[in-house]
Every structure is written in C-alpha cells, then in structure tokens.
C-alpha cells in the first residue's frame, strides 16, 4: 500500500515539475498566483483519473467471476460514481455562487 502511495505522489511530482521549474515566485503575490495555477491545472486532471478509475470498476465487475471479485468492483463503481458526482457538484455550485456574487468573474484580490 506504501509503494502505490508513494508511487501516486511520485506521479504527481513528476507533471508539477515542469510548471514549478518554470515558474518563478518573487513575491507573495507571485506565490499566490502560482499555486491558484497549480490548482486550476490539476482539478481537470484528477476528474480525468476518477473517470477512468470508475471505468476500470465497470471493467473489473464485467469480468469479475467470484462474488468477491464482483462486490470489490462494485464498491469500485460506487466510490467512483460517488466523487465523480460531488466533483462536479462542487464545480457547478462554485460557478453558479461566483456567478450570483461575483458578476460572472472572480478576480482575484490585488496585494500591495
């Protein structure tokens, strides 16, 4: 379990680090900005893995042939189901209440 971790974080680090090589914080604000950027580019790319985590699960309880198989892949579906919905949820209400406050665009804060 402690190699698949690590192997995960590994795999994060490794398509960070071309933005963080290239990105060149000076200031707070520069810092701020950095991470918001970091973030807005990695949101996609975690929907994606649970997309295809879910995928693997309906795969896994298609061809799974023992009981056991089929309830760990079903619980695979579920989980899968379940973050994809609250994802995109949380995308939609973040959305619709920066739509309501916000005119439509949230700009971010100025430092001085």
């Known amino acids: 379990m402690k190699n698949k971790i690590f192997a995960y974080i590994t795999l994060v680090v490794l398509a960070v680090a071309p933005a963080l090589a290239d990105a060149q914080a000076t200031d707070f604000k520069s810092a701020v900005s950095l991470i918001i950027g970091l973030i807005k580019s990695l ?3 975690v929907v994606a893995l649970t997309l295809l985590v879910f995928i693997w699960g309906i795969f896994q309880l298609v061809r799974s042939n023992s009981e056991d198989a089929r309830k760990e892949a079903l619980a695979i579906v579920t989980y899968g189901i379940v973050s994809l919905f609250v994802m995109v949820s949380v995308w939609g209400l973040v959305s619709i209440l920066t739509s309501t406050f916000f005119s439509g ?3 971010i804060p100025q430092l001085k």
Request: no cysteine; glycine share 0%.
């Open 105 to 107: 665009n949230l700009v």
């Open 43 to 45: 949101v996609p790319l």
